[in-house]
């Protein structure tokens, strides 16, 4: 593992320097590509403890995206998206309601 081949004692303060950079951007580059390729952005949303809830933008409610992440879509806004109704018609695995509250109430 990268952890036993760094501390075991055999890598100079320079390699285990660079090892750790490599390391580092490796994962940089993972994440960033995770983020743009699909909506789990800390950005989007964020989830609330270990609940199985999240709380979210209105991104992260847009269809057919959201399904990848989330089997309900509570709307606390004016605003839905069209065709988020047909998405959830599609399959008994999907639900979705609107809780139409106007834009500084919430």
């Known amino acids: 593992s990268n952890v036993d081949t760094i501390l ?23 994440n960033e590509a995770f983020e743009v390729n699909t909506i789990n952005s800390p950005n989007l949303f964020d989830a609330i403890g270990d609940t199985n809830i ?3 933008t209105r991104r992260a409610g847009r269809p057919p995206e959201c399904w990848q992440h989330f089997d309900a879509i509570l709307n606390v806004t004016d605003m839905q998206y069209e065709d988020i ?3 959830c018609a599609e399959t008994s695995e999907r639900f ?6 106007k834009e500084g109430k919430r």
């Open 8 to 30: 075991n004692g055999e890598m100079t303060d320079a390699e285990v320097d660079r090892a750790i950079d490599v390391l580092v951007e490796k994962e940089r580059q993972e």
């Open 54 to 56: 999240a709380v979210g």
């Open 85 to 87: 109704y047909n998405d």
């Open 96 to 101: 979705y309601l609107q809780v139409p509250v």
